[in-house]
């Protein structure tokens, strides 16, 4: 079943708002304006909102929970020609609706991420401050549930542990792709305290192929039990990355020696000299079963 976006964006939204957690800002005044933000494209989705376009980013991506990726002119070009956006069906409530439990809103210089979840559903939307208005640059929508893949692989990791499908363009780029190896290949060696100090104390990591979202604690504790939780070092096929100040938005493909291929987006942030990860957000693309 197919809706108006109009119509999809505002049943995200319906109902009324449970909790407001805010946390971790490098400026309250950001924060409270991101999340004015983020409420005022969410809580209705008027026509007029999306047909401008100026809420979203030049490069801004939208990713249901069944991995559809579209792009800002895709989007606008569905909208306008009625065709709308898959509804999120897969949230547990039945009927398509998604009414949200909880909302978070952090602030990060120019960079702000909002999360949302109801149920089984996950949402992130990272947000974009250009000339003191916030722009949506990433939409992404997880669904937790689904069993890992019952045999995964090799074990083997090759890629990305030791080499990418990826050229860096600038030395802050090299040094994200350099720590997202070694997290990766701390992952592969079960080796928990290599992979922490890769990671953000916020480190929040929700995937399809698990029943359950991670924080660094108990990622950290599933390594030490030599447990993956449907998280492990997929190959890498493709990645773009976009920095804004002491941030980095890392959106990939993977694709797993067996199963279906992953919609990743990753969110690092500069500290200390030291680039961490904070936030990945992994979507299976159900399409791709099609294909095969």
């Not at 210089?109 to 559903?121: A, E, H, M």
């Not at 922490?196 to 929040?204: C, K, L, N, Q, T």
């Not at 990591?205 to 993956?228: C, E, I």
């Amino acid at each position: 079943m197919k809706l108006p976006l109009a119509i999809a964006i505002g049943v995200l939204c319906a109902g009324a708002l449970a909790a407001v957690a805010i946390r971790t800002a490098i400026a309250p005044d950001d924060e409270e304006t991101l999340l004015q933000a983020d409420r005022a494209a969410f809580k209705s989705g008027t026509t007029v909102e999306f047909l401008d376009g100026e809420l979203f980013e030049p490069n801004f991506t939208w990713t249901d929970s069944s991995g559809d990726t579209r792009n800002k002119s895709e989007l606008l070009q569905n909208f306008k020609s009625g065709k709308g956006l898959p509804t999120e069906a897969a949230s547990g409530n039945g009927d398509g609706k998604i009414i949200i439990g909880s909302i978070a809103a952090h602030a990060y210089g120019q960079l702000g991420v909002v999360q949302t979840n109801s149920r089984k559903l996950y949402v992130l939307r990272i947000w974009v401050k250009r000339h003191a208005r916030w722009q949506l640059l990433v939409y992404q929508s997880v669904t937790i549930g689904a069993p890992p893949p019952a045999d995964s692989g090799t074990g083997q990791c090759e890629n990305p542990c030791n080499a990418v499908p990826f050229q860096p363009q600038n030395e802050d780029e090299r040094d994200v792709i350099h720590a997202y190896q070694a997290v990766e290949g701390a992952v592969t060696g079960h080796d928990s305290a290599a992979w922490g100090s890769h990671i953000a104390d916020e480190f929040f990591a929700v995937t399809s192929n698990s029943d359950r979202p991670l924080d660094k604690a108990a990622r950290m504790a599933g390594l030490d039990n030599q447990k993956v939780a449907g998280i492990a070092p997929f190959p890498l096929v493709s990645a773009r990355m976009s920095e804004f100040g002491d941030a980095m938005v890392m959106t990939s493909l993977q694709q797993p020696e067996r199963g279906l291929p992953l919609h990743v987006t990753r969110v690092w942030f500069k500290r200390n000299g030291a680039w961490l990860e904070a936030y990945s957000y992994q979507t299976t693309i159900q399409a791709a079963a099609s294909n095969r």
